[in-house]
């Protein structure tokens, strides 16, 4: 739908008429639940923070700007909401030493992460699946859900350029957390 759209329906529940914002659950439901589904992997948990994520839009209407698109906003609503859950949780994720991602060359990176196979693939998904939740969320967002630098970086709240380092970052982590995998393979 067109942002002027969007616009008009938000100003249509701001001014009393809130069965339009059935609009917005019907039109983004699906992709916020995805989203958070993958942090959480747990169905019913993914439809809680939904709805916590809908309500919580509802709720900060007025501070809608239009600075960007709404379904960036409710993305980053999204991606807070999601962080906040999974700071309460256990989750077994793994924290890497800077030095080790640094003298990783980026043209073995780019090679490994490249592999389609169905075995890299499954690697690729328990590697992720170690990220920090954050970490997850971006990769989600920037490979998944194929959300741009830009968009990402604003549903984040950092500069493009930082996400394009978060992002370059992540990725040699995942190439580390792949590489441990297929030694515990091995052995």
């Known amino acids: ?6 616009k008009h329906i938000i100003d249509c529940v701001l001014n009393g008429d809130t ?37 919580k839009a509802y709720c900060k209407l007025r501070t809608f700007r239009g600075k960007s698109s709404f379904s960036t906003w409710l993305y980053a609503i999204a991606y807070h909401v999601g962080i906040s859950y999974a700071r309460k ?53 920037f490979y998944k859900e194929e959300k741009d630098v830009q968009e990402v970086a604003r549903i984040v709240g950092v500069s493009p350029g930082a996400l394009k380092v978060r992002l370059h970052r992540i990725r040699k982590k995942i190439y580390l957390l792949v590489k441990k995998e297929e030694e515990q393979l091995w052995k």
């Open 89 to 141: 949780r256990d989750f077994n994720t793994c924290v890497m030493d800077e030095r080790e991602l640094s003298v990783l060359s980026d043209a073995v990176v780019d090679e490994a992460l490249d592999d389609e196979s169905e075995e890299r693939i499954h690697l690729l998904q328990k590697a992720v699946s170690r990220l920090e939740p954050e970490e997850r969320l971006i990769i989600v967002l």
């Open 19 to 55: 069965g339009k914002y059935e609009y917005f659950l019907r039109a983004y439901s699906t992709q916020v639940f995805n989203l958070l589904f993958r942090l959480s992997g747990n169905r019913e948990d993914a439809e809680e923070l939904t709805q916590d994520v809908f309500l």
């Open 1 to 6: 739908m067109e942002p002027e759209t969007e």
